[in-house]
DNA sequence: TTATGAACAGACTGTTCATCG
DNA sequence: CGATGAACAGTCTGTTCATAA
């Protein structure tokens, strides 16, 4: 594990959110987060979006599905869903993911406090 | 400008505090700073704490000088202390770690409340 | 343009190795 | 062991390129 929690876990977590919102495929949260950071200056980059994708599917937590949108021109999307022990294995990860969230809030707290 | 700050900056920080408060050498300085995150779960590298010092050097903050320790065996050390434009430089660039510290814990506070 | 994916290059960093008294 | 430094290897990640409808 590395000194802060790394882009990748930041945003499997998210993923993970979002798609237990039923919000569906990559581009769609890949809008959805940009607009969501916007104000705070961070831009999540396209190519993390899908490798978190990805991971996730390796991970045995999702799962694919192919869909064609309806409304323009029947563009192909890729829907994400929870395995049959998905939602559990994403409970686990969850917490890991908390566990490295509070240690590094712990560690910038120090950081302020120590230096300012 | 990465996504979370860098373990490099964050220890410079620390080197930066350090050397105000005349506690002078490398080794020194790791074995304090092992100590004080111990409870934290987090063990600074070694070759970490002397890069940041090497960096702050090359940044014209800090300079070396070489001493002999007086009580074993006249051990080598390496003491740092701030250029005569140091301290300025060191308050521009604690200036510019404090608002990364700030965007970081914003983040984390963000997807803490989004995600749990 | 929307949507997905991969390749590439560079930064960051943890471990290990080297040196010296 | 105390002290400093560098090398190496692997991961992480931002940018760019590719492809398709």
């Known amino acids: 594990m590395g000194f802060m929690i790394a882009q990748r876990a930041f945003i499997k977590l998210y993923m993970i959110t ?3 919102k039923h919000r569906g495929y990559g581009y769609q949260m890949l809008e959805e987060l940009k607009q969501d950071f916007k104000a705070l200056g961070y831009e999540p980059p396209q190519s993390e979006i899908y490798r978190s994708l990805h991971d996730l599917v390796e991970d045995g937590i999702l799962y694919r599905t192919r869909h064609r949108k309806l409304d323009v021109d029947y563009q192909e999307v890729i829907m994400y869903h929870f395995t049959d022990d998905g939602m559990e ?10 566990e490295d969230l509070d240690r590094c809030q712990a560690l910038l707290h120090k950081a302020v406090k120590d230096n300012f």
Chains 1, 2 share one sequence.
């Open 89 to 98: 294995k994403a409970r686990l990860y969850k917490k890991l993911v908390k």
């Open 18 to 20: 979002l798609v237990e």
